[in-house]
């Protein structure tokens, strides 16, 4: 189970804004959190993956704390074992589809496996630029599975796509994360998207995570 | 024709080229991602040698370097050497003199590697190390080769400072850019002539390098 509570003042534009969101996630859900821009999305993601430090709170994988502010301990991301799906999704442009995957997990028919889960052996030996946006984004997400991690973190997983490929990726992910059983936390600003991947769904409003606005 | 001072020279280039390669790495790093204000300052002292005469630069060198300064009294009682008229002086001139072509070219590389690239990789479990060596470096070509071939040029045309700190030594200090003079000098036009051609004809390939990189960078990020 992830459990997390998280404490984080930040700055978005001329005001300061305070994130203090708790959730317990059991082991292969998929929460997904829906607000609009500026609601501190991006930055929950980020204190979960380990590239920001929460002010106050913890997270932790059962007993294993990856921060927790009362004991001043945070593990920084590159020993969390999480895997981040970046919104523009961040694939080493002077690697090739394969060579993404073999630099998270040096292991050769691994990285094989998890390019035939997603369906790119074709593009393995592809470059970034020569991809379109939904291989792009499925080398993202394989890069981020091929570690095996105990939580995986979406960052609008289908916003820079367009319509017609952003229901079929959807559906893509949906069998991804069910073939691994990874614990998923997804943000987005679109229902449609959150709705598509989520088994759980919150709503990210003044800084607090709302059950109820999912309802609808 | 006497070739040694190109063999001079090309030695000069290729120690400061070497020796700052390792100097301004941590620099342009420091330069480029501190939030701390007051670097400026130091970024701005390192970019001085960039407008200052050179002779300005070989005055103040010359007092540090020495029997009588500070650097050069340490290395006649530690290791013996007497560094002024060297060629290990003309080195540490030459590095002074073109650290800020070599910062600012790493600067420049460094600062174009996006952000988000080092957070993947450290959400992947790679170290700061690895990070450099295997997604920093190959993504901040554009400006290490123009560093590089800055640096490099830059010292093979030396000329202020290192005859203030070097003079004139066949095959110890005596470069091309200071042949060139002694034979206009002594009216040997002939032979200033055909060094300064080789200089110009060594020095258009680099520059060509430079202006295909920048216009090959300038497409990338249409």
Redesign the interface.
Known sequence: MIHFYIQKSFRAGAKTFSLDVEYALVAGAVLGIRGPSGSGKTSLLRCL???ERPDGGFVRDDKDFWFDGRRNLFV?????????V?Q?Y?????MTVLGNLL??CNDRPKAWDFLDLVKLTDQAHHFPRELSGGEKQRTALA??LV?EPKLLLMDEPLSALDEELRDSLGEEILRVQKETGVTTVVVSHSRHEIDVLATEVMELADGRLDPNKHLF | MDWLPFWVSLQLGLWVTGLLLLIAFPLAWWFAFSQRGWVVWVESLVSLPMVLAPTVLGFYLLLFLSPNGPVGQFFLNTFGIRLVFSFPAIVIAGCVSSLPFMVTGLKTGLLGVPTVLLEASATLGKGQVETFFRVVLPNMKGGLVSGMVLTFAHSLGEFGVVLMIGGSLPGVTKVVSIAIYEKVESLDFETAHLYALILVLVAYPGVLLLNHLQRQGARRSR
Request: aromatic share 12%; hydrophobic share 45%.
């Open positions: 993956a380990g590239l920084p991301a590159r020993k969390r074992n999480v895997g981040l970046f523009d961040a694939l080493f442009p002077h630099y998270a890069r981020a570690r």
